[in-house]
T-cell receptor, first 109, second 115 residues
Framework: QKEVEQNSGPLSVPEGAIASLNCTYS??????FFWYRQYSGKSPELIMF????GDKEDGRFTAQLNKASQYVSLLIRDSQPSDSATYLC?????????FGGGTRLMVKP | DTGVSQDPRHKITKRGQNVTFRCDPI?????LYWYRQTLGQGPEFLTY????????KSRLLSDRFSAERPKGSFSTLEIQRTEQGDSAMYLC?????????????FGQGTRLTVV
């Protein structure tokens, strides 16, 4: 079993809709959780991080964390075609990050 | 600061040759990480430094791989006797060590192709 699991997708949503990206992790000692966006051929770009249970909002992005269920999600409101990318969930339980395989998001005009 | 910088951006090498990549972290960051990413996969941790000390190495890092950070600033990753399976994007990231883990920022990556 992989330590960080994501549905590979593609997840297809129409422009203006809410995109919901999900991630589960296996290590209960994980302390911090990150979402990176990666465009094809480019390096990962940090978009959100969350440490505490609950929701954290930043513009059109909301990260949600439920440590009891070992579940973290990213909501993207008012999705735009420019949001089309692979979204990587990363989890820290020590001094480095463990990444999921990423979910490919496609936002259709 | 211009962020994390990696050089070269692309490298094509013949099987059996040695290659070396360089990473310059964000200047005030004392932690530096190397990851490897293959197509369709998430980045896989290779090793990390805090200042000049290499504190953790993945078992993915075979004895053909070596990394250094001689003065706690830039780092190099060398791959000896390259194999086709080494073809990947090599990513460097840096962060500021604090009370626990803090967010890491990635460089543009070095894409290695072994032919």
């Amino acid at each position: 079993q992989k330590e960080v699991e994501q549905n590979s997708g593609p997840l297809s949503v129409p422009e203006g809709a809410i995109a919901s990206l999900n991630c589960t992790y296996s290590d209960r000692g994980s302390q911090s959780f990150f979402w990176y966006r990666q465009y094809s051929g480019k390096s990962p770009e940090l978009i959100m991080f969350i440490y505490s249970n609950g929701d954290k909002e930043d513009g059109r992005f909301t990260a949600q964390l439920n440590k009891a269920s070992q579940y973290v999600s990213l909501l993207i409101r008012d999705s735009q075609p420019s949001d089309s990318a692979t979204y990587l969930c990363a989890v820290n339980a020590g001094n480095m990050l463990t990444f999921g395989g990423g979910t490919r998001l496609m936002v259709k005009p | 600061d211009t962020g994390v910088s990696q050089d070269p951006r692309h490298k094509i090498t013949k099987r059996g040759q040695n290659v070396t990549f360089r990473c310059d972290p964000i200047s005030e960051h004392n932690r530096l990480y190397w990851y490897r990413q293959t197509l369709g996969q998430g980045p896989e941790f290779l090793t990390y430094f805090q200042n000049e000390a290499q504190l953790e190495k993945s078992r993915l890092l075979s004895d053909r791989f070596s990394a250094e950070r001689p003065k706690g600033s830039f780092s190099t990753l060398e791959i000896q006797r390259t194999e086709q399976g080494d073809s990947a994007m090599y990513l460097c990231a840096s962060s500021l060590a604090g009370g626990g883990y803090t967010e890491a920022f990635f460089g543009q990556g070095t894409r290695l192709t072994v032919v």
